[in-house]
């Protein structure tokens, strides 16, 4: 659908509504309901407010093409160096101090969440997951620093609903011939 359509829509929905709601008015005028009479012009004053403040995003929510940028944009908790990365709590890790990374997913009834588990050479470990700020930017510098494997993604969605855990990267693994 056009632009010019979507909008000619919106605005003859928007008068439709307002005709309606001036009616109600004029009905609760009528039988003496001032609840409804009250109710209805505070509608009509929300209304009329978005053209008075037509920026607000009260009236002009993100889009969902705006959202996604945001989403793939945000460093979230990390903040990341030539070396590594910080966390939030002023721990910093070096990438060639992670030994293991393993991917996983969590059933939450509706929907899965998947998991990534970093195991470093301190015997320390530590998870994020899809909702953790910073996880879409986390997961392309992982790719980048070191070589985890190219599939994992699938492996671990699918099938939905099952933990699927896989291990992405292993330290041990890895030949230093390639």
Not at 54 to 69: A, G, M, Q, T, V
Not at 117 to 129: P, Q, W
Not at 131 to 142: A, D, I
């Amino acid at each position: 659908m056009s632009e010019k359509r979507k909008y000619a829509k919106a605005t003859l929905e928007q008068k439709i509504a307002l005709c309606i709601s001036v009616a109600f008015i004029i009905i609760c005028i009528y039988i003496k309901l001032w609840y409804g009479v009250i109710f209805f012009c505070f509608c009509l004053s929300c209304y009329f407010l978005k053209y008075i403040f037509p920026n607000s995003r009260i009236h002009n929510p993100l889009s969902d093409e705006e959202k996604l940028r945001l989403y793939k944009e945000d460093l979230g908790i990390f903040t990341y160096t030539e070396t590594g990365f910080d966390l939030e709590n002023n721990k910093h890790v070096n990438w060639n101090d992670i030994t293991k990374v393993t991917s996983y997913k969590e059933d939450l009834i509706a929907i899965d969440c998947i998991y990534i588990s970093i195991e470093l050479e301190a015997d320390e470990v530590f998870r994020i997951n899809e909702e953790t700020p910073g996880y879409y930017q986390f997961m392309l510098k992982l790719e980048e620093n070191i070589e985890i494997k190219p599939t994992w993604f699938q492996e671990v969605a699918f099938p939905a609903f099952e933990r699927n855990e896989t291990v992405i990267y292993e330290k041990s693994k890895i030949s230093f011939n390639q």
